[in-house]
């Protein structure tokens, strides 16, 4: 079974291309605003505003599934 499945699934892997050498090699719990914000540092500096939401669209799907399957407990994490 693929990662990504459905009409968008060639889309949402590009994106998670970027996302995984930043953030995938850490722990649920440790990602917060300040490894969000150095996330979208890494990103090309063309991509526009909607283009970054995209990726950070990926980024709070992990962590809506991860609160909704009681892998871990709800925090409030500022995105600006």
């Not at 889309?11 to 990602?31: D, F, M, N």
């Not at 995209?54 to 009681?70: D, K, N």
């Given at each position: ?9 060639g889309c949402?892997?590009?994106?998670w ?6 953030l ?15 996330f979208k540092?890494t990103l090309?500096?063309?991509?526009g505003?909607?283009s970054?939401n995209q ?10 599934f991860m609160w ?13």
């Amino acid at each position: 079974m693929a990662p990504f499945e459905g009409p968008r699934q060639g889309c949402y892997e590009h994106v998670w291309k970027r996302i995984k050498p930043e953030l995938g090699h850490l722990y649920i719990e440790e990602v917060g605003t300040s490894a969000l914000d150095s996330f979208k540092q890494t990103l090309p500096k063309h991509l526009g505003p909607k283009s970054i939401n995209q990726h950070l669209i990926v980024v709070r799907a992990v962590f809506r599934f991860m609160w909704t399957t009681a892998f871990t407990v709800p925090v409030e994490v500022r995105v600006t």
